[in-house]
């Protein structure tokens, strides 16, 4: 319990300072324990711009051959790049909603760099 309470409280101090527009949207992670999710999101009009996951229909077939959960997580930043491209979005605000900037949540950040996105 103390873990999430710290984590909530890291997320509530980033909130503070990031927020995202329609122009540059913020790209939200969530961490489950198998699956990591991630979403653009319009905070001027609270809308999810586009949300991509490790459970995504276009990805089942490149996520068999991944070998871990941080590969799958890469493969998920570079799709939800490819998608934010189609849209006509390159800048974006990272939002780590408190987790630790390590692991599987940089690697959903790498791979969106690879695949264009600026941050």
Same mark, same amino acid.
């Given at each position: 319990?103390?873990?999430?309470?710290?984590?909530?409280?890291?997320?509530?101090?980033?909130?503070?300072?990031? &927020?995202?527009?329609?122009?540059?949207?913020?790209? @939200?992670?969530?961490?489950?324990?198998? !699956?990591?999710?991630?979403?653009?999101?319009? /905070?001027?009009?609270?809308?999810?711009?586009? @949300? =991509?996951?490790?459970?995504?229909?276009?990805?089942?077939?490149?996520?068999?051959? @991944?070998?871990?959960?941080? /590969?799958?997580?890469?493969? &998920?930043?570079?799709?939800?790049?490819?998608?934010?491209?189609?849209? !006509?979005?390159? !800048?974006?605000?990272? /939002?780590?909603?408190?987790?630790?900037?390590?692991?599987? =949540?940089?690697? &959903?950040? /790498?791979?969106?760099?690879?695949?264009?996105? &600026?941050?």
């Amino acid at each position: 319990m103390k873990r999430i309470k710290t984590r909530e409280r890291a997320k509530i101090k980033i909130r503070k300072k990031i &927020v995202g527009s329609e122009q540059i949207p913020r790209l @939200a992670i969530f961490r489950s324990l198998n !699956n990591i999710y991630a979403q653009l999101i319009d /905070d001027s009009t609270s809308k999810t711009i586009i @949300a =991509v996951s490790s459970l995504s229909k276009e990805l089942q077939a490149e996520l068999n051959s @991944a070998k871990g959960k941080t /590969d799958k997580s890469k493969l &998920v930043g570079s799709l939800l790049a490819k998608k934010a491209l189609e849209k !006509n979005l390159k !800048n974006v605000v990272f /939002d780590r909603s408190g987790y630790k900037y390590h692991g599987r =949540v940089k690697a &959903v950040a /790498d791979g969106a760099r690879e695949g264009g996105l &600026v941050f």
